[in-house]
C-alpha cells in the first residue's frame, strides 16, 4: 500500500510562490505515474499536472501551465510541485495523487484513474 504525504501547503500573496512535496510513507511509489490535483469545497476534484513514472513527461492543465513545475525524485521517493505567480483562484486543497499500476503508458488526468491520495494541504492565495 502506497500512502502519499503531501507537505508545503500555507498562505501566500498574490504573485508568490509555493512548493508543495509529497512523500511515500510505505511502498515506494518509483515506476508509478503520480499527478496534483486541487479542489474547492463544494466542486469536483481538478487535475493540476502530472508526471511519467521516470520523470522524463510532465503534463499541466491550462490553468497552472506555465506557472507550475512539476518533478520528482525516485530516490529519494518524492514528487514536488512548485507553483509560480499564484492567483487567489489558485485557493484549493492540493492533493496527491498515485497510479495503481506500473510504467503508465499515457498520462491520466481523472481522479478515478488514481490508485493512492493523500489527505490534501491547503493553498490560500491572498488578493
Known amino acids: 500500500q502506497v500512502q502519499p504525504v503531501e507537505s508545503g501547503g500555507g498562505l501566500v500573496q498574490a504573485g508568490g510562490s509555493l512548493r508543495l512535496s509529497c512523500a511515500a510513507s510505505?511502498?515506494?511509489?518509483?515506476?508509478?505515474?503520480m499527478a496534483w490535483f486541487r479542489q474547492v469545497s463544494g466542486k469536483e476534484r481538478e487535475f493540476v499536472a502530472a508526471?511519467?513514472?521516470?520523470?522524463?513527461?510532465?503534463l499541466y492543465a491550462d490553468s497552472l501551465k506555465g506557472r507550475s513545475t512539476i518533478s520528482r525524485d525516485n530516490a529519494k521517493n518524492t514528487c514536488s510541485l512548485q507553483m509560480n505567480s499564484l492567483k487567489p483562484e489558485d485557493t484549493a486543497v492540493y492533493f496527491c495523487?498515485?497510479?495503481?499500476?506500473?510504467?503508465?503508458?499515457?498520462?491520466?488526468?481523472?481522479?478515478?484513474?488514481?490508485?493512492?491520495w493523500g489527505q490534501g494541504t491547503q493553498v490560500t492565495v491572498s488578493s
Open positions: 495523487a498515485v497510479e495503481g499500476s506500473k510504467y503508465g503508458w499515457r498520462f491520466r488526468v481523472r481522479p478515478d484513474e488514481y490508485a493512492y
Open positions: 508526471i511519467n513514472w521516470s520523470g522524463v513527461s510532465t
Open positions: 510505505g511502498r515506494t511509489f518509483n515506476n508509478y505515474g
